[in-house]
C-alpha cells in the first residue's frame, strides 16, 4: 500500500478554516485518497474521497493537487466538535482494506 | 439504522482468561472488519470478512486470536488466553459491496478491553 505522511498536530481556531495536509508521493493511479476522523472515546468516521477532482460535501472539501502526490483536506469553518485525529488514507480501486497510518490529531481554540 | 453494533463497551479480565466481543453490522453489509487500537501501534486491521467468509486474517496477531461470522448479523472476536498486551480498543465496522468506485467504512463505539 501507498504510503501518505501527514503532520503529527494542528491547531487552530474556531470559526476559523482548517487545511489539513497531506503527502503521498507513491500514489498509484486507481488509488483513492481517504479522509477519515476519530473523534474522542468514537470509532472513525467517514469525512470525504476523491480521486482526481476536488470534491467538496457538508463536512469537508478535497483538495488534489494536479500530480495527485499531495492533498488537502480543508475545513471551511472549525467548530470545537471538529477536535479530531483525522487520517488520510490511500486505497486502490476495489479493494476493501483500509490503513490507518497515525493522523494528525486537531486541536480547536475557543 | 441502529449503526454498528458492539458488546460488551467494556471488559476488564485477568490474564489467562477468554474474552469474546461480539459487533452487530449495519444490515444489508457485506464486509465485516475487526480492528484494534493502541498508543503504540495505532489502528491495525486485524481480519475481514465478506459474506461471511474471512477473506483476509495477516492482521491476527497470533493463535489465540480468532474470529468467527456465523451469520450476515453477527460477529465475535475470541482471545484465549488474554494477556496483558491485549489490552487496546477493538473495533467492528462495516461496508456495502461497493456500487461504483468506494464503499464507506461505517464503525461501531468500540470494545475497551483491558486485561490485568
Known amino acids: 500500500d501507498a504510503k501518505t505522511t501527514q503532520p503529527n498536530s494542528m491547531e487552530s481556531n474556531e470559526e476559523e478554516p482548517v487545511h489539513l495536509p497531506c503527502n503521498h508521493s507513491?500514489?498509484?493511479?486507481?488509488?483513492?485518497i481517504h479522509w477519515y476522523r476519530q473523534l474522542p472515546s468514537q470509532g472513525p468516521e467517514y469525512v470525504i474521497h476523491g480521486l482526481t477532482s476536488n470534491v467538496n460535501n457538508r463536512m469537508a472539501s478535497l483538495a488534489i493537487a494536479e500530480d495527485r502526490k499531495s492533498s488537502t483536506l480543508i475545513l471551511h469553518r472549525a467548530t470545537l466538535r471538529d477536535a479530531a485525529v483525522y487520517y488520510c488514507i490511500l486505497q486502490r480501486t476495489g479493494a476493501q482494506k483500509l490503513v490507518f497510518g497515525q493522523g494528525t490529531r486537531l486541536t480547536i481554540n475557543p | 439504522d441502529a449503526g454498528v453494533i458492539q458488546s460488551p463497551r467494556h471488559e476488564v479480565t485477568e490474564m489467562g482468561q477468554e474474552v469474546t466481543l461480539r459487533c452487530k453490522p449495519i444490515s444489508g453489509h457485506d464486509y465485516l472488519f475487526w480492528y484494534r487500537q493502541t498508543m503504540m501501534r495505532g489502528l491495525e486491521l486485524l481480519i475481514y470478512f465478506n459474506n461471511n467468509v474471512p477473506i483476509d486474517d495477516s492482521g491476527m496477531p497470533e493463535d489465540r486470536f480468532s474470529a468467527k461470522m456465523p451469520n450476515a448479523s453477527f460477529s465475535t472476536l475470541k482471545i484465549q488466553p488474554s494477556e496483558p498486551r491485549d489490552s487496546a480498543v477493538y473495533f467492528c465496522?462495516?461496508?456495502?459491496?461497493?456500487?461504483?468506485?468506494?464503499?464507506?467504512?461505517?464503525f461501531g463505539p468500540g470494545t475497551r478491553l483491558t486485561v490485568l
Open positions: 507513491t500514489i498509484s493511479g486507481t488509488d483513492y
Open positions: 465496522a462495516s461496508s456495502r459491496f461497493p456500487w461504483g468506485s468506494y464503499n464507506e467504512q461505517f
